[in-house]
């Protein structure tokens, strides 16, 4: 039997028919061959292929099935039948029938496609890209074909290599939404805000999806630092579709950042990170009352240390409340919370709690009913830790200590990446009269010497430490100034009562507020934003300027 089965001429003006639109005619076509032939695989593929189109994917897999099992090979059914599949995310099932369709043909263009998408949705990545290179190569006229590869390439964080691949499909089919759409993301990954706006507004006009679209429009509105722009942008993708969650968690960040707490409280719970947990809950996320004597609260951790120690601030009001509070925090965060007042019971990684009432530590703000700022966390530094490490500190160099670090999070799709540039950073504390100390995660190779270069003094490396939150926390009470990026330590350190002078990229994370020198979740530090044209040239200024200040001064 051959893969693919000839039609005859009934078939032949059906499939005519069919594209030329008229899919009514098609489908009455079909339904006369099958009336004489309920085998015939020709018809049934394309009766399946017009329930498809329909959205009528089941329907669609019972007519691919039934047109293999009268001709097992036929090449299309099966390209077809693994799409279908897709459609309903059952990926594994979908994979079998595209790799026996390339069995059969190995340069079968749509399978190829088809058989991309699926691993990519597997997360097998690598595997994706390379068939659609091959489907590039097998169908070179193919807009989708190209737009796919550039898609999985994006996904690779290739995001250089994506842009080719996806300006040859916009040459192909200039109006194709999807290919915008991807090359708006490229754009805004390369940090190229202003291109990616662009891309996006030519993916609404070729009717990409419009509350997606509108979304990511506003995040490249919003890293221009066009704010109100970007505000819009959110109303109007939440206008098309009001349960859009990725648009209500934008909308939570941008309103967080004009200082309108209790809406952002209410669209943060749409959050990426609390997806799962809300969705377990049988029951939607309600206010706390007033009285919770008696009642046992389960806090569980959500996002990363630095989260966990911001939102732990709104823990003492559930405790005035009444409320008996349990919690299980990271192993390297359960020491610094150890003789929390707060906390009524720490939970081993492995323990199952019991209670009342179980929730994120970060909706603590909604389900109290906060509209305003909380004190940070207090917590006390280690003692012995402290001790040793004023040792250690006067073995390096005479105080006043300043602490350093330039980067943080991973620079990847979805994460908060934060990183000020090196040398000028480095630049800015030149003259700095006592120790300098780097205490950047993670360092890459080469970067603490280029900042002594930089400097023009030894920097000492204390990077280390990160792995050792007491210690960490420790050395924060000795710095006289920590000059950082938003991380874990800019945390730790206004624990202590402590402030810091935090560099901020644009666009800014909610918690350093749209604009200003100050925030009021930390109280005593002063901001030293990005301009939005990328520029740092005036924030490094100020900050050299506000540091040659407190070295001179007498106190």
Known sequence: MTPQPEPNEALRQAIAAA???????????????????????????????????????????????????????????????????????RFEDAAEPLRRALEEQPDHGPALINLGQVYLALGRVEEAIALLRRATQSAPQDAMAWNN???????????REAEAPLRQALALEPGYGAAWSNLGHAHFRLRRPAEAASDFRRALESGAAPAETWTHLGAALRAMGQMSE????????????????????????????????????????????????????????????????????????????????????????LKARGARISYRPGAKLAPLLGGAA??????????????????????????????????????????????????????????????????????????????????????????????????????????????????????????SLNDDLVEMHALLALLDEYAAVSNTNVHLRQSLGLPS??????????????????SPWFPGTRIYRQAADGAWDAALARLSQDLKAVFRSPS
């Open 19 to 89: 594209q030329a639109g008229r899919l009514a005619e098609a489908d009455h076509l079909c339904g006369q061959i099958l009336a004489a032939d309920a085998a015939d695989p020709g018809a049934l593929c394309l009766s399946g292929a017009l329930a498809a189109q329909r959205g009528d994917v089941a329907g669609a897999i019972t007519r691919y099935r039934a047109a293999l099992a009268a001709a097992p090979r036929f090449i299309k059914a099966l390209s077809n039948l693994g799409a279908a599949l897709s459609a309903l995310q």
């Open 149 to 159: 590869l550039g898609a999985a390439l994006l996904r690779a964080e290739q995001l």
């Open 230 to 317: 970007a505000m819009a942008a959110y109303e109007r993708a939440l206008q098309i579709n009001p349960d859009y969650a990725e648009g209500r968690f934008a909308r939570a960040l941008q309103r967080l950042a004009d200082g309108h707490f209790a809406q952002g409280w209410e669209d943060y719970r749409f959050r990426p990170s609390a997806r799962a947990f809300h969705a377990d809950r049988a029951a939607g996320l309600s206010r706390l009352p007033a009285d919770l004597a008696g009642r046992k609260i389960f806090l569980a951790g959500n996002q990363g240390f630095g989260d966990e120690l911001f939102f732990l601030r709104y823990a003492p009001a």
């Open 342 to 463: 707060f906390i009524d019971e720490l939970l081993a990684d492995d323990a199952q709690p019991t209670a009342d009432i179980r929730l994120l530590i970060d909706d603590l703000p909604y389900v109290l009913g906060e509209e305003v700022t909380a004190p940070p966390l207090a917590l006390k530094p280690n003692e012995a830790r402290l001790a040793a490490l004023r040792e250690r500190l006067a073995a390096l160099g005479p105080a006043p200590y300043l602490g350093l670090t330039w980067r943080s999070g991973i620079d990847k799709n979805g994460a908060l990446f934060k990183e000020a540039p090196l040398a000028a950073v480095a630049q800015a504390v030149r003259g700095w009269p006592g120790a300098i100390l780097a205490l950047q995660r993670a360092p890459m190779a080469g970067e603490i010497d280029a900042v002594a270069a930089a400097a023009g003094a030894p920097v000492h490396d204390l990077t």
């Open 501 to 518: 002078r935090v560099l901020v990229p644009m666009p800014p994370d909610w918690r350093w507020m749209a604009s200003g020198d100050a």
